[in-house]
């Protein structure tokens, strides 16, 4: 279990951590944030019924993203929609994200 | 507690970006970038798409949005009102935020042409708006000339799609107000591809649910062109069965050549003919008029082909094209979703290429579309869209996306919160 959660850290270290994420262009980065906005509001920030993202804390973001992805964490359309994105674009979302003002 | 933290906040929000448009827009005339964007039609793609462009470049590019209506109308959530459980003032937003806190300028007419050369669209009252990027969104119009019976004086004001939210969703609900316990509801449903894959099949749905209230003798009676339904099958079928059954019946592949108006008849190629007491055909869609006109229709004479990396038309350059009027991409859903995501692509395209900068080589983005099988349960589909660079086409992203295990009612609380941000996010 310890070491679970040892490597599960350490996994999402190395993709927060990655290459990709840092020198993701930054237009890009934000076309590709925008694809969220519909549920998740412009610049992140969401209407009554839906989860804000802006201001989110970047290692929890990416975690639950991660967890809709493998199905560890239920979800009624979050675990289908995190499939189409990489580890290193979801990686790049939370630290878009989590730099937004709330 | 929560929502009113939520609405300080709004306010708070809304403050800031109003004076900073306030400012820009000052600047914006005589000492802005100069650059000019028309955006005609104020739907999900539209008005998504001029928010952006005015987002996007700090405030600096001009943007002109053309459209009639006074205020939007949402077709995703309007079936409901059919089915009596949402008022038309329920999915109405107005434009005003665009226009107070984007700096948007609306003008309300109808783009009558587009002079290519020239860059400017010639506007239904008089006068031409310039461009130096154009992007049209006109949703879909219909192809009237495959049902001649229509054609007749006072047909179209009797026999309605309501595939346009507005004056006809109104006039259909009355239809069904209007109509005797014991009668039958029929809707005709074209090929694919039209616009809302699922909606057709949700309104047989919400039509169903007033009538088990208010009407229990009487019938739905489903006519789809197409060999089976084409969105959420087992989802609707199964619906249909445990909820509506003795009230919805399906029948595939009848394909609708005519309506004879004065009898209420549906004329079909192959099957017998059929009467029935409120009609309610969906005819076979193509891009909206204005774009067809301007010969951007490249597909088979009916929809846009266009460059998924910049939505610019293959055949007009300096014009773009983005939601239901495009040739869609493989699996690509001609949504109101997919429009808002269209037009967040088009416009980082249209603020890069206006800059001198590269657009992104790599859009990626989803589509969420929920269907409500009663008042409040709904069934959702997904997908995610990624460009693919060797086929030059946006392309399903493999082992994304579905559909719900079963109708439920958390998904109705969803769909509702989707309908509120998707609206802020387009409109807001």
């Not at chain 1, 930054?26 to 992140?44: E, F, I, K, M």
């Not at chain 2, 079909?268 to 869609?285: R, T």
């Not at chain 2, 067809?292 to 009916?302: E, I, P």
């Not at chain 2, 709904?378 to 693919?388: E, F, L, P």
Request: glycine share 8%.
């Amino acid at each position: 279990m310890k070491w679970n959660v040892r490597i599960a850290a350490s996994a999402l270290a190395v993709i927060a951590g990655s290459s990709y994420a840092q020198t993701m262009d930054p237009l890009q980065l934000r076309s590709l944030a925008a694809s969220c906005s519909n549920c998740h509001g412009t610049l992140g920030v969401a209407e009554a019924g839906n989860e804000s993202l802006a201001g989110a804390n970047k290692d929890e973001m990416l975690k639950k993203m991660l967890d809709f992805k493998t199905g560890k964490k239920p979800a009624t359309i979050m675990h289908q929609l995190s499939k189409g994105y990489t580890d290193e674009q979801l990686a790049a979302l939370a630290g878009y994200f989590s730099s937004l003002k709330k | 507690m929560m929502k009113r933290r939520q609405f300080v906040q709004g306010l708070g929000a809304a403050g800031s970006v109003g004076a900073f448009a306030l400012t820009s827009g000052c600047a914006s005339t005589p000492s802005g970038n100069g650059l000019k964007v028309v955006v005609v039609g104020g739907g999900y793609g539209g008005a998504t798409a001029a928010k952006y462009v005015r987002m996007w470049s700090d405030y600096g590019i001009d943007v002109t949005l053309v459209e009639p209506s006074s205020a939007f109308v949402s077709c995703p959530l309007s079936n409901l009102v059919l089915g009596g459980t949402k008022t038309m003032a329920d999915i109405t937003t107005p434009y005003d935020n665009l226009v107070k806190r984007h700096g948007v300028r609306w003008v309300q007419d109808m783009a009558l042409r587009i002079d290519a050369d020239k860059r400017v669209v010639v506007l239904a009252k008089g006068g031409e708006l310039p461009y130096d990027r154009l992007i049209l969104s006109p949703g879909i119009d219909f192809m009237w000339d495959g049902l001649p019976g229509m054609a007749a004086p006072g047909a179209k004001d009797k026999v309605l799609h309501g595939w346009k939210a507005g004056a006809q969703t109104v006039a259909l609900r009355k239809q069904l107000e209007a109509m005797p316990d014991g009668g039958v509801f029929a809707l005709s449903i074209p090929l694919a591809p039209y616009r809302c894959p699922p909606g057709p099949y949700e309104r047989a749905c919400q039509v169903a649910s007033y009538f088990s209230q208010a009407k229990p003798k009487s019938k739905v009676l489903i006519l789809d062109a197409n060999d089976d339904v084409t969105s959420k099958g087992p989802l609707f079928k199964k619906a249909w069965k445990d909820r509506y059954d003795g009230i919805i019946e399906y029948r595939p592949k009848h394909k609708l050549v005519d309506v004879d108006v004065a009898t209420n008849t549906l004329k079909f190629e192959f099957n017998d003919d059929l009467k029935a007491s409120v009609l309610n055909v969906l005819p076979e869609m193509r891009a909206g008029d204005i774009a067809v006109k301007s010969g951007l229709a490249t597909a088979n004479k009916r929809w846009c082909e266009v460059d998924f990396l910049t939505f610019e038309s293959i055949a007009v350059k300096n014009v773009h094209v983005l939601g239901d009027s495009i040739q869609i991409a493989p699996a690509m859903p001609k949504s109101g979703h997919m429009a808002n995501q269209h037009g967040k692509t088009c416009a980082a395209a249209v603020v890069a290429l206006l800059t001198g900068r590269q657009p992104n080589p790599m859009p990626v983005y989803n589509n969420a579309c929920y269907s409500f099988v009663s008042p409040e349960d709904v069934v959702h589909v997904t997908s995610v869209h990624r460009y693919d660079a060797d086929k030059k086409t946006m392309l399903p992203v493999a082992g994304a996306g579905g559909v719900s295990s079963a109708a439920n009612e958390l998904e109705g609380r969803y769909a509702l919160a989707w309908a509120r941000n998707i609206w802020a996010d387009t409109l807001a």
